[in-house]
């Protein structure tokens, strides 16, 4: 695996492990460390800003490459 795939395999282990804490339903792994944290500030600022920024920066990115010409 090299750098890249790696920072794809963190994002949706991220996003993954947040979806599945959550106090809700869908918080199967929620049980006593629950993400609850994260809806007050300072920690509301990484899922509202940070996580939509480093996904979108990601997918510019992935554009840009994939306009890029190959050199061989």
Do not use: C, Q
């Not at 282990?13 to 869908?26: D, E, H, Q, R």
């Not at 629950?34 to 899922?47: C, G, K, Q």
């Amino acid at each position: 695996m090299d750098r890249g795939e790696l920072k794809d395999l963190d994002l949706v282990v991220a996003v993954s492990i947040g979806f599945l804490t959550l106090p809700t339903w869908a918080g199967v792994l929620g049980g006593n460390g629950t993400s609850e944290a994260l809806a007050s500030l300072p920690l509301s600022m990484i899922p509202t800003f940070a996580v939509p920024l480093y996904f979108i920066f990601h997918l510019i990115t992935l554009r840009r490459l994939r306009e890029w010409p190959a050199h061989r």
